[in-house]
């Protein structure tokens, strides 16, 4: 029998605007199983520039970048293509304040660069499959030291009980499998759920939901589920 194609590689576009740390991330991502890094930025202008044209899976982005920083190049890169890549957040300190405004941009969430390589390649694979890196205690820590506006009000007549305790689930970091298992539902349900979390919340990935979760008050700080 002829044995099955190998998937092929999650596409990574690596923008940083330190070359040395660019270069590094490159080096030993490259090197990981499954990835092939296609392209490089220095800066937001550039990463939006490269993600259109290279169109990868996944674009790793630090946030404090010159002409245009990671939360403006995560936004325009979501709002504007077609198909956009999955974003990753990269930063250096777990409680910086601009992680939240990026996942509230769309960032399909966020490592820190301390990371091993392993578990950052990890957070890529995850996010190409469509899941979410969450860290709910930095989250939580981050959120809670924002103000809300009536603008982040959660619609939370529109969610019946069950997605309100999917999304609730959601916001502690656990995966669809891991819902499915707690809430001893199929993992077709959780999707479904999921699904209509997303639409009635107008979130543009579950990661962009817990956050919602979070600024609404439906989810508090030190909530574990």
């Given at each position: 029998?002829?044995?099955p194609a190998?998937?092929p590689?999650?596409?990574?576009?690596?923008?940083d605007?330190?070359?040395?740390?660019?270069s590094g991330?490159r080096?030993?991502?490259?090197?990981q199983?499954g990835?092939?890094?296609?392209?490089?930025?220095?800066?937001?202008?550039?990463a939006?520039?490269?993600?259109?044209?290279l169109?990868?899976?996944v674009?790793?982005?630090?946030?404090?970048?010159?002409?245009?920083?990671?939360?403006?190049?995560?936004?325009?890169?979501?709002?504007?293509?077609?198909?956009?890549p999955?974003?990753?957040?990269?930063?250096?300190?777990?409680?910086?304040?601009?992680?939240?405004a990026?996942?509230?941009?769309?960032?399909?969430g966020?490592?820190?660069k301390?990371?091993?390589?392993?578990?950052?390649?990890?957070?890529?694979?995850?996010?190409?499959?469509?899941?979410a890196?969450?860290?709910?205690?930095?989250?939580?820590?981050?959120?809670?030291?924002?103000?809300?506006?009536?603008?982040?009000?959660?619609?939370?007549?529109?969610?019946?009980?069950?997605e309100?305790?999917?999304l609730r689930?959601?916001?502690?970091g656990?995966?669809?499998?891991e819902?499915?298992?707690?809430?001893?539902?199929?993992?077709?349900?959780?999707?479904?759920?999921?699904?209509n979390?997303?639409?009635?919340?107008?979130?543009?990935n579950r990661?962009?939901a817990?956050?919602?979760?979070?600024e609404s008050?439906?989810?508090?700080?030190?909530?574990?589920?």
């Amino acid at each position: 029998m002829t044995a099955p194609a190998a998937a092929p590689p999650i596409t990574l576009l690596i923008a940083d605007d330190d070359e040395v740390t660019r270069s590094g991330l490159r080096t030993l991502l490259a090197a990981q199983p499954g990835i092939a890094v296609t392209g490089e930025a220095a800066d937001g202008v550039e990463a939006v520039e490269q993600a259109r044209l290279l169109r990868p899976d996944v674009v790793l982005m630090d946030v404090r970048m010159p002409r245009r920083n990671g939360i403006e190049a995560t936004r325009r890169l979501l709002a504007e293509s077609a198909e956009p890549p999955k974003v990753v957040v990269i930063t250096t300190f777990e409680n910086d304040d601009y992680v939240t405004a990026a996942l509230s941009a769309g960032a399909s969430g966020f490592v820190l660069k301390r990371l091993p390589v392993r578990q950052i390649a990890e957070a890529v694979r995850v996010v190409a499959a469509g899941e979410a890196i969450l860290f709910p205690a930095a989250l939580r820590r981050m959120v809670s030291a924002r103000p809300l506006t009536s603008a982040e009000a959660l619609p939370r007549a529109a969610l019946t009980g069950r997605e309100e305790e999917v999304l609730r689930l959601m916001a502690t970091g656990l995966s669809n499998p891991e819902i499915a298992e707690s809430l001893t539902v199929s993992l077709e349900t959780v999707k479904t759920h999921v699904g209509n979390v997303l639409t009635k919340l107008g979130a543009q990935n579950r990661t962009h939901a817990v956050v919602i979760a979070y600024e609404s008050g439906l989810v508090v700080p030190g909530f574990t589920g």
